[in-house]
């Protein structure tokens, strides 16, 4: 997408935003975020603009997030290994990448009020009202695209949308990373695949590969 | 705006090169060391791995997790600085034809995106004419690049293994590292199947190279797309341009996009004209001899657009074959599952950026529907997680039995779920092809009639169909993929490649191996250069990128681009010394 385009939609998306939820929720407080200062990361002059007006930007409202806070702790509890999707700041990423990826807010926020619509037809209550029961009696049936009834398919595919970014958001955090085992990223030797894992799958290195393949001591 | 004039570089140059990609770059490296001076026109900024740094970064450091932006389409800690468009720099097709133009403006070019894959064309593939009647043979055979090819490979290193395969010629190489787990069972399939799966020939320093102090050697974090601090892979800017300006005989000029190049009543290059494009102003420099290496479009677009009453279809086109020829790598992929990988041990699986086996061409077209032949890649393992990580586990979880045994419902929620990304990690794996097109006339380029950039220069537009002797190569590949997860006892998870899409067949362009747009040859009325790629029509005009390609072989053109240069600027150091130029 061009830039202008690009622009044009996040302005479209957010005025869309304030008329969706203005009946059931108090005005959105708006507040100018901290821009981030420095980026660890190289970047061009071009980018480092790009980066300083997304950070200035809000997309989703405040029950909004908490409807994203809630389903994301759903998708990606805390367990013994570690911890959820909003300790791992999931919702803050959620936000982040819908404003960095326009195609996405539309799914979202649909989709958002799509739940809420039928919390509200089930239960008499949008999806963070209702109790965890019946949260989860809803997610149940969107969770299972094989499983789900033709008339929850809409609920389907903005599910897989909410796990795809809760589970991406959540493994590629600190606390994701470290429960996922990944061990690399850092000055290393490469000899070969660890001689326990060679014999758990039966597998060995040939005579030749040995002999000519770099080594380290 | 007020008026404008066109300012002169004062300093008078040997040679003005213009681009610092692996043709410019080691152009500029062999001319400095032999004393010439040289100037570098570089279309974009000032870049250096070192400062610039990407590389053992995580991916919360970047918002986005390292997902792809219109400024880096590779991901955001990709090197490369541009991609598919250009902000204010457009391109154009032709008839509903497609061509996807990666272009990279920084200081050494698109070598700070490549995948290392440094292979030598083989004897066949300079006089593929001879053997199938097809396309057209270069002026040079192997045995004219062979003492470049080395000369490169011990100038900036390579891993791989000696095999003595007759097209696939060896190289002076650094030891390779050993295959990674999924690789292992690749190349145990492929032992079943008969395709050959060997070391793969990367431009990564595996041992330190000898006689070089200024690069370290490779510390194995697989992130050589990010740019490396201690140089231990091969990007122009890194291991040719730096240093070449430290030899005190290059001058470099970033944000410089050239227009034309320049000439004289007796039809000479004087030098070239260029935008700065800090201060918008108009500059030339002069220079004895001018080389292009802007990439094998971009400097297409230069000479056309270099137009005079001398030369009314651009400068060094007498021929009318400027732009034409046009060729880019045949590719496409396959994913797959390794089911006995699942719940797999954790350990840091990094390796070198990229694959450590690879599987050259190995059949004999006789007994196939097509032309030429493709080789393969493969991917996989433990990887760092990054944007796109965990998407559409529905596909996989419901298919195989989780921890337990047991057959779940895809999709689903909770700390069951939270599992299976932990079980399926490192399980995927998957392959791609790059295979060889045959050159045709009429897959071109050409300056657009009615669009120009920013700068108000004429822009290129593509004209650009596979034929189906590349539509019937990527079936070919499909069915040996197939054939190969199946082997190494892997499920296929990508889409099913079929007629209608081509069988996955890459965009024209997409796999960024653009070469053939001012090819060599011995007949100045069928090819822009000779065999030293020096334009017919100008002696003191040179082409040094993947432009001179007469074919393409199944091979990324690289280390051929690099070979080829290193023997243009030594025939320009005896030119210069006999003073013919």
Redesign the interface.
């Known amino acids: 997408m061009d830039r202008r385009k690009y622009l044009k939609s996040l302005v479209v998306g957010s005025a869309g935003a304030g008329l969706l939820l203005q009946s059931c929720e108090p005005a959105k407080k708006e507040e100018a975020k901290e821009v981030p200062k420095t980026f660890t990361i190289d970047r061009t002059p071009d980018e480092l603009k790009r980066e300083l007006k997304l950070a200035s930007e809000t997309f989703f409202d405040e029950h909004e997030m908490k409807t994203i806070s809630t389903l994301a702790d759903i998708i990606i509890p805390k367990d013994e290994t570690s911890g959820s999707a909003t300790e791992a700041k999931v919702p803050e990423f959620i936000e982040f990448i819908v404003k960095d990826m326009p195609d996405n807010q539309l799914p979202m926020r649909g989709g958002l009020r799509w739940l809420d619509m039928q919390c509200l037809k089930k239960y008499s209550h949008t999806f963070i009202n209702c109790s965890s029961k019946e949260q989860l009696l809803l997610v149940d049936e969107i969770a299972y695209p094989e499983k789900a009834k033709p008339e929850m398919q809409q609920g389907v595919a903005f599910f897989n949308l909410m796990r795809n970014l809760t589970a991406t958001g959540f493994f590629t955090s600190k606390i994701g990373i470290k429960d996922l085992g990944y061990v690399g990223n850092q000055p290393n030797q490469w000899n070969g695949v660890p001689q326990d894992v060679l014999d758990q799958y039966g597998l060995k290195y040939d005579a030749r590969t040995l002999a000519e393949s770099v080594k380290f001591d | 705006m007020s008026d404008f004039q066109i300012k002169k570089t004062s300093k008078a140059y040997d040679v003005c090169i213009v681009g610092s990609g692996a043709g410019g770059g080691m152009a500029a490296y062999t001319l400095a060391k032999a004393g010439i001076n040289v100037v570098v026109v570089e279309a974009g ?1 000032m870049y250096d791995p070192a400062k ?3 590389q ?12 792809s ?4 389409n590779f991901g ?2 990709d ?1 490369a ?1 541009g991609g598919w ?1 250009l ?1 204010g720099e457009p391109y154009t097709t032709k008839d509903g034809t497609e061509f996807d133009w990666f272009r990279s403006r920084m200081l050494g070019g698109r070598t700070n995106h490549w995948g290392r894959i440094s292979l030598r064309f083989g004897p066949r593939d300079f006089k593929h004419k001879s053997i199938d009647g097809l396309g057209e043979d270069w002026p040079i055979g192997y045995e004219d690049i062979a003492p470049y090819y080395d000369k490169v490979d011990q100038l900036i290193g390579v ?1 791989g ?2 095999e003595g395969m007759p097209n696939e010629p060896d190289g002076i190489f ?8 999924h690789e ?1 069972f690749i190349k ?1 399939a492929g032992a079943t199947l008969g395709i050959p799966v060997i ?1 793969s020939r990367l431009s990564i320093l ?2 330190p190279l000898p006689n070089n102090k200024e690069r370290g050697a490779c ?4 992130q050589c797309y990010r740019g490396c601090t201690v140089y231990g892979d091969f990007s122009s800017s890194s291991v040719l341009i730096k240093p070449a300006v430290a030899s005190g005989h290059v001058d470099i000029i970033p944000n410089a996009m050239v227009r034309e190049v320049q000439t004289n009543d007796e039809g000479l290059a004087t030098g070239v004209s260029f935008v700065n494009k800090d201060d918008l102003q108009e500059y030339t420099v002069n220079a004895k001899v001018v080389v292009l290496a802007a990439s094998a479009c971009e400097s297409a677009r230069l000479l056309l657009n270099s137009k005079s009453t001398q030369n009314p279809n651009g400068f060094a086109n007498s021929s009318g074959v400027v732009g034409k020829y046009l060729l880019d790598s045949t590719g496409t992929g396959m994913a797959g599952i390794l089911p ?1 990988l699942v719940g ?9 950026g990229g694959t450590h086996i690879y599987t050259p061409w190995w059949l004999d077209n006789k007994k196939l529907d097509f032309p030429r032949g493709y080789h393969i890649e493969y991917g996989g393992g ?1 990887n ?11 596909n996989t979880n ?1 298919k195989y039995p989780g921890r337990n045994g047991v057959q779940k ?7 069951s ?3 299976d ?2 079980y399926f ?1 490192g399980a995927s794996f998957g392959m791609a092809g790059r295979g060889e097109a045959i050159a045709r006339e009429d897959n071109y380029c050409e300056i657009d009639p009615t669009t120009v950039d920013k700068y108000g220069i004429p822009v290129l537009r593509f004209n650009y169909k596979w034929s189906d002797y590349e539509i019937k190569q990527a079936k070919h590949m499909h069915e040996t993929f197939e054939e190969i997860i199946h082997a190494s006892g892997g499920v296929v998870t990508s889409e099913k490649a079929t007629k209608e899409n081509n069988y996955g067949l890459a965009t024209p362009g997409a796999i960024i191996h653009e070469v053939g747009t001012t090819r060599m040859g011995n007949d100045p009325k069928k090819s822009v250069v000779n065999q030293y790629n020096q334009a017919h029509d100008c002696k003191n005009l040179f082409v040094v990128d993947g432009g001179v390609f007469v074919s393409q072989a199944d091979k990324n053109p690289t280390w051929t681009i690099l070979a080829l240069s290193m023997r243009t600027s030594e025939y320009i150091i005896e030119e210069l010394k006999k003073q013919n130029l």
């Open positions: 900024p610039n740094v990407m053992l970064k995580w991916p919360w450091e970047s918002p986005r997790r390292g997902a932006t219109s400024y880096r955001d800690f090197a600085y468009e902000e891993f293994s000696k650094l030891p390779p590292p050993k295959p990674r787990l292992m145990n070391p595996t041992r510390f194995f974090c697989s006995d797999r041990k954790r350990y840091n699986e990094d390796g070198v433990m760092m997680p990054g944007y796109g990580f965990g998407f559409d586990i529905q419901g419902s895809a999709g689903g929620y909770g700390a779920l939270k599992d990304y932990r990690y």
